[in-house]
Structures are given as C-alpha cells and as structure tokens.
C-alpha cells in the first residue's frame, strides 16, 4: 500500500522538481504568516518571544531563566519604534538590568541576562504604558 504513492511521488519530483520547489516555498510562506498565535519555528530553542502589535506587547508576563543567559525574540509588528528594558522597579524606575535599542517593523533575537532569580519589570522605553512583569527562576 505505501510504495504505490511514495514512488508515484519521486516520479512525479523527477519530471516537474521546479514546480514542486515553487510550491514548497509558497507553502512554507503561508506556514509563516498563518496562525499568529505560535511562534515562529526559527527562533533559537528555548526563546522568550515577544511580540509588539498596535501599541501593546501579546505578554505582560515574561518567564525568564535566572542566572544565565536567554536568548529573547522581539517581533515588532508594528511601524512604531519599540523596544525592551528590563529594571527593577516599575515604571521605567530601579536599576536597569537589560535594554535593546528600538527598531520598527522588525523581529530581532538578542541574548539577554544573566539576571538573578527574582521578580522585575519590562516596558517599552518609548511607550511606558506597554509593561509587564518578568520572573527570573
Ligand atoms: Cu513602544
């Protein structure tokens, strides 16, 4: 039963594998801009992911590792600049413990902390009301 479609498969590659090569990276377009709710699969293991779309981060809680360093995805969906600062008190006060530079309409993988395990505050340096909390354990 299995051989049947596997070899009509490798026949079909052999005589059209150009067409077949257009319509896997149309399928792997449509893979990447459906859904929206899972993360893209080429973020580096164990990524914190972000996402900042109409002026509000998708997470105001962000689990982090404590004491090593993470690496964090920050997809700006936006055309406005964004960023992230980690610091120890909240609204934009307290030691500052991690930042990037804004960028807009742009997805970026930094390598942040370590921080030490504990609870902290992230917001956006340029829109204070997008925040949240950061737990590092
Ligand atoms: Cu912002």
Known sequence: MRSTPVMSTATRSARHGP???IIAVVALLVAACGGGASPAPSFPAGSVVVHAKGLAFD???????AGTAFSL?????????????????ADGKGDLLFRF??????????TAGPIPKGNYFFLCEIHPSMHGTVFAY
């Open 19 to 21: 067409k077949l090569g």
């Open 59 to 65: 997470e105001t809680e962000l689990q982090v590792p």
């Open 73 to 89: 995805a920050f997809v700006n969906e936006d055309g406005d600049l964004h960023n992230i600062a980690i610091r120890t008190e």
């Open 101 to 110: 530079d804004p960028v807009a309409s742009k997805t970026i993988v930094v």
